[in-house]
């Protein structure tokens, strides 16, 4: 059984930095598709960063893009979500996605698709 486990999020400042995990217990194949997605009260849920753990291929959205960097550690089974200089806008909650079917790390994102397996969310609010 697919689970993945977030953890990390929490209340920063403006500018300030935060880093998410997210650790996927159950798959057995090491060629999968993770993703963060963000869901912000009264918005859609949306993908900010998504990684293939085969090739370390990336995508960021437009607005995490050079300043979130999503990274994998295979041997735990581990994706991490470096966010810095963060803003009010970033604030939600984050769930972490995998999707076991082949695609790309960009179609995953931009599908935010419900059929994938998904964490419980973390929540991450950017206030001064």
């Known amino acids: 059984q697919v689970q993945l486990v977030e953890s990390g999020g929490g209340s920063v400042q403006p500018g300030g930095s935060l880093r998410l995990s997210c650790v996927v217990h159950g798959v057995t194949s090491s060629h999968y598709y993770v993703g963060w997605f963000r869901q912000a009260p009264g918005k859609e849920r949306e993908g900010v960063s998504c990684?293939?753990?085969?090739?370390?291929?990336?995508y960021y959205s437009d607005s995490a893009r050079g300043r979130f960097a999503i990274s994998r550690d295979s041997a735990k089974n581990e994706v991490y979500l470096q966010m810095n200089r963060l803003k009010p806008d970033d604030a939600g909650d984050y769930y972490c996605?995998?999707?076991?079917?082949?695609?790309?790390?960009?179609?995953?994102?931009?599908?935010?698709?419900?059929?994938?397996?998904w964490g419980q969310g973390t929540p991450v609010t950017v206030s001064s």
């Open positions: 996605a995998a999707d076991l079917v082949d695609t790309t790390p960009w179609d995953m994102c931009r599908d935010n698709n419900p059929y994938y397996f």
């Open positions: 990684i293939s753990t085969r090739d370390g291929s990336t």
